[in-house]
């Protein structure tokens, strides 16, 4: 950031903080608290993710999104049918190897269709969080068939989402194909004379190298030095948005909110801290996994109802500037989910959640 730039910055939080007494006014003046970002390291890992989400809302029949991965890889598909018949999703994988070939799915899900978004979404993300499925494709050479039999048998009705996340890795090259098609036909022979829908605006299809991000702290954080901490997540400011290529046309793409990208977050931590999930950008329904020493397991966020964030205020564009900078306000009308309490490391698994609002935070603060 050149001078100019960080004068700006500058001028923008101390606005932030002489505004932030009326801004976010409250009864108890003790309540609101001054937060700042902690400084963390951003790497990119893992394999290829396959990613169908345009046109999310699909009005006639064909295929979503088409491309050959080898290797580990994770494919995610998000589709609403917006027509006036009953459909059908199927994702088909063929062998394009030469030789015998297998598809070993690792985790990983997808739930029944409904109009409830939220629901399809948080659901679907308790599945793959759980991380207890594993199945086996085997492939002759040339042969095709259903990533899961069952996608034959869901019938999605006008009006409805289907949402699905896997996690697979395979032994040579195979083509994956997501299909929207009549619910009488045979997906196999419907692929045979199916057409490439075209995308939507939001353009939110693509093959994404390093399907996973690590995210961790620079150093370790101290509850009674550090006070309260945060680490945004989407936004696009210290968590840039993925690119990619639509290879149905080789159009470089934006995975705008990073939809299908699995995160690890790391913290080390000297005494027992707290961990809070907070939504900015509206509402939000989602799930998280932890990992503590031998202990691990599914975090609902929120937990208790289906979703949370629709009641925080909207922010004033000098909040939002100074958030992204490195200072926001934990106030009373910050809306928060628990991930629990830690000592020493810690790790949560995150991916964004279909149908919800982003960016979030993640806050630290002292235990008690």
Same mark, same amino acid.
């Given at each position: ?152 048998? +869901? ?6 989402? !289907?949402?699905?996340?896997? *996690? &697979?890795? %395979? @032994? ?80 470089? +793409? ?6 299908? !990208?699995?995160?690890?977050? *790391? &913290?080390? %931590? @000297? ?98």
């Amino acid at each position: 950031m050149d001078f100019a730039g960080k004068f700006i910055a500058a001028m923008t939080l101390a606005a932030f903080l002489s505004f932030s007494a009326t801004a976010f006014a409250e009864p108890d003046s003790h309540a609101s608290k001054i937060m700042r970002r902690l400084p963390v390291e951003v790497i990119d890992t893992g394999g290829t993710l396959i990613f169908s989400d345009s046109p999310e809302y699909v009005d006639r029949d064909g295929i979503l999104y088409a491309d050959t991965v080898t290797g580990n890889a994770r494919i995610l598909f998000y589709h609403l049918n917006n027509s006036a018949e009953n459909k059908k999703l199927a994702v088909i994988v063929e062998n394009v190897f030469g030789l015998k070939n297998t598809v070993e799915i690792t985790r990983g899900g997808f739930t029944a269709p409904d109009k409830n978004f939220l629901l399809v979404g948080k659901s679907t993300q308790m599945m793959y969080m759980k991380n207890n499925f594993h199945d086996t494709i085997k492939l002759s050479k040339r042969e095709r068939k259903l990533f899961q039999p069952e996608m034959d048998s +869901v019938v999605i009705e006008p009006g409805n989402l !289907i949402y699905g996340v896997y *996690d &697979f890795k %395979t @032994k040579g090259p195979v083509k994956i194909s997501v299909l929207m098609y009549p619910e009488d036909l045979n997906p196999l022979n419907f692929l045979n004379h199916a057409k490439i829908l075209p995308k939507d605006e939001q353009k939110l299809r693509g093959t994404f190298k390093n399907m996973n991000r690590e995210i961790r702290l620079k150093r370790e954080y101290d509850p009674k030095t550090d006070g309260i901490g945060y680490v945004l997540l989407g936004g696009d400011v210290k968590d840039p948005f993925k690119k990619g290529i639509d290879a149905t046309d080789g159009s470089e +793409v934006t995975n705008v909110g990073n939809y299908g !990208i699995n995160y690890r977050l *790391d &913290f080390q %931590t @000297k005494a027992k801290t707290r961990f809070l999930l907070s939504p900015l950008g509206g509402t939000y329904a989602g799930v998280m996994r932890f990992i503590c020493g031998e202990k691990s397991g599914t975090i609902p966020t929120p937990e208790g109802r289906l979703y949370f964030g629709e009641k925080t205020p909207r922010e004033s564009d000098s909040v939002r500037i100074a958030r992204e900078e490195g200072l926001s306000l934990f106030t009373n009308y910050v809306e928060i989910s628990e991930l629990g309490s830690y000592s020493g490391r810690v790790s949560f698994e995150y991916s964004p959640p279909g149908a919800s609002n982003l960016p979030v935070n993640i806050v630290l603060m002292p235990a008690e």
